[in-house]
């Protein structure tokens, strides 16, 4: 549910050098990996006999670079439609400009999902300036995704490299799940610190779903591991993150943990087929 097309075909990135160098540094990049094409995304997850969701994230207005346009992941969707899942993303400070391209994206291009990253997008989910995308994105019955929790964007650079983390607090998205009941949501990765926000959204909200890429497996906090066997079990979601983590390596380290045997097939695909309507 969680994969990242970093490298647009004409080669440039969506985020500034100096913030794509310190996330490296951070997740310490496997360099094999670390700025595939979305074709070397679509053969790698195909031989791996695997499907991905895949976005890009908009943050222009914040850091001056375009991001991997939309339709390019669309495209390569349909060179790849067993690997492929196109999401899109739209920079909520682009306003109802932005909320106007939701309707295209969803009918021209077949995209099922937006993703949105508080921190480096610089809005907290619930500013009501957003508020006209997501309007759009529950009327085309498309999936909304939230970076929550700490991020490795910016980490290590000069103040963050200007990246705030109070964005990513889930409780913001809280009140997005109030507002817009019809539209599904996913709290992506372990929301470090505040897992027990995540948690209890999840279970408040019946159409908020949570990712758990971003962070090996191993390093899970209890809780986490917890309501993912039990009051969570239909709603916890398969992702990696990609590049910065590798599919063999989540998938080895979640092996380990103790999740419950009739849990596993739904964490790995039921619960994502079931939301994607696969
Ligand atoms: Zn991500």
């Known amino acids: 549910m969680h994969t990242h097309a970093e490298v647009s075909n004409s080669g440039s990135g969506s985020l500034s050098r100096e913030l794509e ?102 809005f907290y989910p619930n500013d009501r300036a957003a508020y006209p995308l997501y309007a759009a994105i529950e009327e085309c019955g498309a999936i909304a995704v939230f970076h929550t929790g700490q991020t490795g964007i910016g980490a290590g650079a000069p103040g963050g490299g200007g990246i705030r983390l109070k964005y990513s607090n889930p409780m913001y998205v809280d009140d997005v799940a109030a507002d817009f009941p019809g539209m599904p949501i996913i709290l992506a990765h372990p929301s470090f610190p505040w897992q027990d926000e995540a948690l209890a959204v999840a279970t408040h909200k019946p159409q908020v779903h949570i990712d758990l890429s971003g962070w090996s497996p191993k390093y899970f906090p209890p809780q986490l591991v917890q309501y993912a066997n039990t009051l969570l079990k239909d709603k916890v979601l398969f992702g990696t993150d990609y590049p910065l983590l590798t599919p063999e390596r989540w998938l080895a380290d979640f092996a380990k943990l103790p999740i419950k045997d009739e849990v596993r097939p739904k964490i790995l695909k039921g619960n994502a087929a079931r939301l994607l309507g696969l």
């Not at 996330?23 to 595939?36: E, I, L, M, N």
């Not at 499907?51 to 060179?79: K, Q, Y």
């Open 21 to 122: 160098e310190a996330s490296s540094t951070y997740f310490k990049v496997d360099g094999a990996h670390r700025k595939p094409t979305l074709d070397e995304i679509g053969a790698y997850y195909r031989g791996l006999k695997m499907a991905a969701v895949v976005f890009t994230v908009d943050a222009e207005a914040a850091t001056g670079v375009p991001a991997v346009p939309n339709e390019e992941i669309a495209e390569a969707a349909r060179r790849y439609p067993d690997a492929i899942i196109p999401f899109a993303s739209i920079d909520p400070a682009k306003g109802r400009a932005g909320a106007r391209r939701v309707r295209e994206l969803v009918e021209r291009h077949g995209v099922r999902g937006f993703k949105f990253h508080p921190n480096v997008q610089a």
